[in-house]
């Protein structure tokens, strides 16, 4: 792997002119030792001396997460015993795929970490406190444990939930910073509020967050993000993207204006539903081939993920690409009376409805074959005037309504965490009787 952590400042020639040597060695690579790459070349007369700059790679199939299910370690390119971890991906658009990773794809991981966390503001100063686990084959919390090391931080291993916990820690070692799924820091505010907690006077001044949208694509906070920063304003929010895919993660800066591609890590490309490059500030599908992996490399894979990309420097003086938060996964895209919608933008609605304490969004066939929406609501509130205040807001915002359901709120909360599940799930895709994440 060719490190190059100054990357980001460079001009868009040097990023292209570096990327595209990598992709030369990364072709080279996957001929001689991935199984699947060497049969896709083959069986489709790839000659990939023929590809030698970023526009030629429209001339390569693209690597879907379907080819990865059936061919899973077809993709591996060692020898198993180079192989010294084993993660799995979270299972969001069907089954689970494994990833088996080596001495340098650790060592990759924990400098793409160490590099996000230094794009957040964090140094050798800080002390990072993990409030995501590191354990059920969850390669995130590896990453980011790694990426603490190589910064040289203090690190705090408290693991999710608990908010009693993670304050008693905060207060104990004085964390400065911390990575956590955003909608847990709510429930460490109601913690801080009902017992006399002051989160603005914490020690904790920095959030990386996770698993979830804080902004929109023109980088304002999300309703979750804004209900944060009014309660704790001296907490700022960083956004994240990543995936076990990709094994990279993308940081947002001080800007605040989308998280910044690691250029000598991963070539990201944008494409439309004909899978041709979309421009500058579209939304796209995020296309990713890996740089400097050694197990399992990818080559043009379509994460699914919606997003929108910016090409143009950042103020921060770094001029390195950058992707917005996640507007929606492919595979979940509905088309509900004439409107296409993402789950995300469901959920930042119900986030906003006060009386709301959480929910559930499934989409489902009806008897015309055309998708249909039902919310399940958590709430004390169960008046046909709160069902039509719901729907108004719905009409609002997307011109729609969907059904509305009340059930018991500890009964959501119970279904919006299942059996083995590592996220909170709040999507349920039963067009095809498959749950969403």
Known sequence: MVKDCELHYKDSTEIKRFQELRLRETLAYLAAHSPFYKRMFSEQNIDIDSIKTIEDMQRLPTTSKQDLQMHNFDFLCVDLLDVIDYVTTSGTLGEPVTFALTENDLRRLAYNEASSFTMAGCSKKDVLQLMTTIDRRFMAGLAYFLGARELGCGVVRVGNGIPELQWDTINRVGATACIVVPSFLTKMIEFAEKNGIDPNSSSLKRAVCIGE??????????????????????????????????????????????????????????????????????????????????????????????????????????????????????????????????????????????????????????????????????????????VKQIKDVFRSKIRVAPDVKFEPVELIAKLQMPPMSRKVVKFFDLRNNNTVK
Not at 218 to 243: D, M, R, V
Not at 272 to 283: A, I, L, M, W
Request: aromatic residues 6%; negative net charge; glycine residues 8%.
């Open 213 to 386: 949208a804080l902004r929109l694509p023109n980088g304002e906070l999300t309703t979750l993000g804004k209900k944060i920063n009014e309660k704790w304003q001296s907490l700022e929010l960083f956004s994240t993207y990543a995936s076990t895919e990709m094994q990279t993660s993308f940081t947002e800066c001080e800007i605040h204006r989308g998280g910044h591609v690691p250029a000598d890590l991963v070539i990201v490309e944008m494409l439309d539903e004909n899978r041709q490059p979309v421009s500058n500030g579209e939304e796209g599908e995020v296309t990713i081939t890996t740089i400097g992996v050694e197990a399992m490399p990818l080559l043009r894979f379509r994460t699914g993920d919606i997003a929108v990309r910016f090409d143009e420097p950042c103020r921060c003086g770094r001029k390195s690409p950058r992707l917005s938060s996640v507007i929606g996964r492919k595979g979940q895209m509905i088309k509900f009376k004439g409107t296409t919608v993402y789950p995300p933008v469901l959920f930042d609605i119900l986030d906003n409805i006060a009386e709301v304490e959480n929910y559930i969004v499934e989409v489902y066939t009806n008897s015309l074959g055309t998708d249909q929406i039902q919310i399940r609501v958590g709430s004390n509130n169960h008046s046909d005037a709160f």
